[in-house]
């Protein structure tokens, strides 16, 4: 009889002891688990996240703080040169020489008889039909034929030249077309012999500048004589 009284009054104590426990246990886990406050926000890898400093009483409540947050620095991108010439990439004002004075001549009913080419018509300015920034046409004979392997020569003010000779491939013979970079300017454009003479007048072609600033293409064709 006394076993029983003894194992009830030990089942009694077990019970208290555990109920003691439980609320314990429900008073400090409030305390233990961090709230949304308390949390460190996740930033993307590659970016520094903006953490304020210092906040003032009246964030904490809900309300805005005038406090300035700390911001990432902002990155500055490194500068890339680019070489100079009428092919090559843009190239600084200070790269470019002294303008030189290239006189344009006129085309006229008495050319010299050694141009063996004339301008077919005036310069041509648009834009979008062209694949980039270009001084492009073609050269025709006396019968509007295309002629292949004819030589041009393009120089800008600043004394920069290139030459090239029109094309002799299939659905581009006589056509010719020089890609420009750089800034504002104007080029002067003529045909010239194997030895570099002259064999046309010279076109003035202004790039960049008024009254045809916003043309990217510059058509010029030529027709033999």
Known sequence: MNQRYVLLAFLLILLA???AAY???RAL????TPGPASRVPWTPPGITATVETNPSPTAAAGRPSTTSPTRAP????AGVATPRGLAGGSPTPTDWPTPIDTPTVTPTATLPAAYRYEPAGAVRHSSGDCPGIYILGTVTDRQGRPLADVRLKLTDEY???DVKTTKSVA??????????????RRFYLSIIGAQGEPLSPTVEIPHGLDPV???????VNWKER
């Open 17 to 19: 002891l555990c109920t």
């Open 23 to 25: 609320l314990i246990g």
């Open 29 to 32: 886990l409030p305390a233990a």
């Open 74 to 77: 902002t990155a500055t991108a």
């Open 159 to 161: 004394g920069n030249t």
């Open 171 to 184: 659905n581009d013979v006589g056509r010719y077309d020089f890609p420009i970079f750089g800034p504002a």
């Open 213 to 219: 600033a916003q043309a990217t293409c510059h058509h």
